[in-house]
C-alpha cells in the first residue's frame, strides 16, 4: 500500500528564512505528486503538482518542489518565507490506484 | 461560483446517533471523495466515488457508508456514531478519476461525538 512520510511535524521560523519540508513515499511505480497547502481556518489548495517532466517544479507564492526518484522524495522550498506562509502543509501522492493518500502535514509557523 | 459545499460546518451528536455529511459540487466532477482529519496524522481518504453509481473504500472506512446517486452529490453517513469519529470531515472533487487531476476541497464539518 503507498504511504506518504513529512518528517518535519512543527517547523518555527523567522521571516527571510529559507524553508525546506521533506516528504517521501513509498511506492515502486509511476507516481503523481501534490502539495497542499491549509491556511488556518480555511480548507486546503493546491501549491504545485508534479506529473512527468521537469523534476523542479513550481507553484504558487513562489514555493518550488524537487521530485527525486531514486530516494522517493518529493520535497517543498521557499528561498524567503513571509509571514503569510503560516499554514499547514500536506504532501500528496497518487500511484494511479484512485487514491489520493496524505502524509501527516507540518505547521510552519514564521514569526515576523 | 460554489464549487464544493459541505453541510452542515459544525455538528455536535451523542454516541449512538446517526447522521448525513452533505457535500454538493456544481463542476461536474466524476470524482469526489471524503477525508477526515486529525491532528498529527493528516487527512485520510475514507470513500471516494469515480462517478455516479460508483464507489469504493479508502484508508478508514469502518463506520462510514457512501452513495452517489449523481454526479452533484456525495453524501457520508455515519449509521451509529461514536467519540472516535470525532473529527474534521472534508468532501473534495476532481475532473476526473484520473490521478493526476488536483483536487477541490470543500471547508470543511467538525463534529464532535459525545
Known amino acids: 500500500a503507498q504511504s506518504v512520510s513529512q518528517h518535519n511535524h512543527h517547523v518555527i521560523l523567522s521571516e527571510a528564512a529559507s524553508l525546506e519540508l521533506g516528504c517521501n513515499y513509498s511506492y515502486g511505480g509511476t507516481v503523481n505528486l501534490f502539495w497542499y497547502v491549509q491556511y488556518p481556518g480555511q480548507h486546503l489548495q493546491l501549491l504545485l503538482k508534479y506529473f512527468s517532466g521537469d523534476p523542479l517544479v513550481k507553484g504558487i507564492k513562489g514555493f518550488e518542489a524537487e521530485f527525486i526518484k531514486s530516494k522517493f522524495s518529493f520535497n517543498l522550498r521557499k528561498p524567503s518565507v513571509q509571514w503569510s506562509d503560516t499554514a499547514e502543509y500536506f504532501c500528496?501522492?497518487?500511484?494511479?490506484?484512485?487514491?489520493?493518500?496524505f502524509g501527516q502535514g507540518t505547521t510552519l509557523q514564521v514569526k515576523p | 461560483n460554489a464549487g464544493v459545499t459541505q453541510t452542515p460546518k459544525f455538528q455536535v451528536l451523542k454516541t449512538g446517533q446517526s447522521m448525513t455529511l452533505q457535500c454538493a459540487q456544481d463542476m461536474n466532477h466524476e470524482y469526489m471523495s471524503w477525508y477526515r482529519q486529525d491532528p498529527g496524522m493528516g487527512l485520510r481518504l475514507i470513500h471516494y466515488?469515480?462517478?455516479?453509481?460508483?464507489?469504493d473504500q479508502g484508508e478508514v472506512p469502518n463506520g462510514y457508508n457512501v452513495s452517489r446517486s449523481t454526479t452533484e452529490d456525495f453524501p457520508l453517513r455515519l449509521l451509529s456514531a461514536a467519540p472516535s469519529q470525532t473529527s474534521v470531515y472534508f468532501c473534495a472533487s476532481s475532473s476526473t478519476g484520473f490521478s493526476n487531476q488536483p483536487q477541490h476541497f470543500g471547508d470543511g464539518t467538525r463534529l464532535s461525538i459525545l
Open positions: 500528496a501522492v497518487n500511484a494511479f490506484t484512485g487514491k489520493l493518500i
Open positions: 466515488s469515480v462517478g455516479a453509481g460508483i464507489t
